[in-house]
């Protein structure tokens, strides 16, 4: 594995696209983070925050750090000082406590609504009636600590890249319906965070603003 050629030719793939590539460095070693480091990769996501946390510890301060995988309330405390997206928020009790945590670094900490876009019942993520009741909710407004940006979603894990296309087409569509009907002007609703290593290129033809590549930079894991 050549991290930076891959990090290189991923970045080709996306050059004319809307898409930001996020390194999945999740079970990777530090050696593989510093060598994306090297190539010019600064964001990294990680889907365990205690994991996320040792790696912050020891790594460049520039680096940014997005939480991808399922988030239980009692772990934000740990990476509120620094976590900069958290990409898997799916209720509204979470927004709570990272908007208490983030309140207590006088931060603020930009999260994405996970939704359910596959077709298998093994992910998590909110039904879009959820996410407009998270959007809509009166207690939102008053949540000063945390900016809900975007959505973020998963395709089904199959080969059908025509199912894919179109649960993607139909996150991108969602995304766009809720900046028309629920989100306020002036309100920093921008990312659309889908695609990873097998299907990254048909995330960003449909409009994600954020992929999130692991093995396809660092290999299998
Ligand atoms: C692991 C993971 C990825 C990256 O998966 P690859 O197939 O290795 O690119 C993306 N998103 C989430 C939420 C993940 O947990």
Same mark, same amino acid.
């Given at each position: 594995?050549?991290?930076? *050629?891959?990090?290189?030719?991923?970045?080709?793939?996306?050059?004319?696209?809307?898409? *930001?590539?996020?390194?999945?460095?999740?079970?990777?070693?530090?050696?593989?983070?510093?060598?994306?480091?090297?190539?010019?990769c600064k964001v990294f996501g990680e889907n365990k925050v205690q994991e996320m946390v040792s790696k912050w510890e020891v790594l460049p301060k520039d680096i940014s750090w997005h939480l991808i995988g399922h988030l239980q309330t009692n772990k934000v405390k740990y990476m509120a000082s620094f976590v900069s997206l958290i990409h898997s928020v799916?209720?509204?009790?979470?927004?709570?406590?990272?908007?208490?945590?983030?309140?207590?670094?006088?931060?603020?900490?930009?999260?994405?609504?996970?939704?359910?876009?596959? *077709?298998?019942?093994?992910?998590?993520?909110?039904?879009?009636?959820?996410?407009?009741?998270?959007?809509?909710?009166?207690?939102?407004?008053?949540?000063?600590?945390?900016?809900?940006?975007?959505?973020?979603?998963?395709?089904?894990?199959?080969?059908?890249?025509?199912?894919?296309?179109?649960?993607?087409?139909?996150?991108?569509?969602?995304?766009?319906?809720?900046?028309?009907?629920?989100?306020?002007?002036?309100?920093?609703?921008?990312?659309?965070?889908?695609?990873?290593?097998?299907?990254? *290129?048909?995330?960003?033809?449909?409009?994600?603003?954020?992929?999130?590549?692991?093995?396809?930079?660092?290999?299998?894991?």
């Amino acid at each position: 594995m050549n991290i930076a *050629q891959n990090i290189e030719n991923i970045k080709a793939q996306l050059a004319n696209t809307s898409a *930001q590539l996020i390194a999945v460095t999740k079970t990777k070693p530090i050696s593989d983070l510093e060598e994306a480091y090297q190539a010019g990769c600064k964001v990294f996501g990680e889907n365990k925050v205690q994991e996320m946390v040792s790696k912050w510890e020891v790594l460049p301060k520039d680096i940014s750090w997005h939480l991808i995988g399922h988030l239980q309330t009692n772990k934000v405390k740990y990476m509120a000082s620094f976590v900069s997206l958290i990409h898997s928020v799916d209720s509204f009790k979470l927004l709570q406590e990272i908007d208490k945590q983030a309140q207590k670094h006088n931060r603020v900490i930009d999260c994405l609504l996970q939704i359910y876009i596959a *077709q298998e019942d093994t992910k998590f993520g909110l039904s879009e009636e959820e996410a407009i009741a998270i959007l809509t909710s009166s207690e939102l407004a008053q949540l000063h600590n945390i900016r809900v940006v975007g959505l973020m979603g998963m395709a089904s894990n199959t080969d059908n890249l025509e199912q894919i296309r179109l649960e993607f087409r139909g996150l991108k569509q969602l995304f766009n319906r809720f900046s028309q009907e629920y989100i306020l002007p002036n309100t920093a609703w921008k990312e659309v965070s889908m695609g990873m290593s097998g299907d990254f *290129q048909i995330a960003a033809e449909e409009g994600s603003t954020l992929v999130r590549v692991g093995s396809a930079i660092f290999g299998h894991r």
